[in-house]
Each structure stands twice: as C-alpha cells, then as structure tokens.
Nanobody, 122 residues
Framework: VQLVESGGGSVQAGGSLRLSCTTS????????MGWFRQAPGKEREGIAA????????YYADSVEGRFTISQDNAKNAVYLQMNSLVPEDTAMYYCAVKSFCLGALDGREYAYWGQGTQVTVS
C-alpha cells in the first residue's frame, strides 16, 4: 500500500496550503487517516486525523481552528487545509493510515506511512 502526499511548499506567514494524501489501492472499507509532522530536531507530532467511516475528526491543540482535515472517499483521498500558517508550522508532513482512530494522534500504531511533503513557512 502506498500513500502519496502532495501540496507542500513554501509560503509566507499568514498564508495557506492544502495537503493531499491519496492511497494507491483499497485499504479498508473505512480507516483512520492521520497527518503528522516532524521538524528538524523535534519529535513527530500528530496534528489531525479523520475516520473515513463516519467523518469524526481529531486535532492537536497546536492546529485546532487553523487546520481542517477532510475526505473524498471517491478519490481515496484525505486533505489537510492549513490556514494562518506560522513559521512554527515548518516541518515535513506525513500522512498515515490505520484501522481505527483510537489514539488518533499517536503515530505508534499507524500501519502505513507516506514519504512526506515539506512545508516551509517564512
């Protein structure tokens, strides 16, 4: 199973980006997809997740109100709309998948990971 992220780039503070994560094949009828990020020298941080079976969403305090996670089941895609970006959001962003969203922002039980997309905010 491959997860492919896209949409990263460089943006000025206050700007927006939308990240996409698509799956290469059918994984489960419903699954939990999470977005994580890791900045140089820092631990990986779970920032958002969505359960595609019912649309429940989960956010870290650091992005609540600025980032929105959404899904397009027809495209096997999940999006992360990031608004009001600040330099502290600079990191490599990864999407990952597991069966259920128990512990949605804890990356340890996620089975599949993408290669990441870089987001730089200046």
């Amino acid at each position: 199973v491959q997860l492919v992220e896209s949409g990263g780039g460089s943006v000025q503070a206050g700007g927006s980006l939308r990240l996409s994560c698509t799956t290469s094949q059918y994984i489960y009828s419903a699954y939990c997809m999470g977005w994580f990020r890791q900045a140089p020298g820092k631990e990986r941080e779970g920032i958002a997740a969505i359960y595609t079976g019912g649309g429940s969403t989960y956010y870290a305090d650091s992005v609540e109100g600025r980032f929105t996670i959404s899904q397009d089941n027809a495209k096997n895609a999940v999006y992360l709309q990031m608004n009001s970006l600040v330099p502290e959001d600079t990191a490599m962003y990864y999407c990952a998948v597991k069966s259920f969203c128990l512990g949605a922002l804890d990356g340890r039980e996620y089975a599949y990971w993408g290669q990441g997309t870089q987001v730089t905010v200046s």
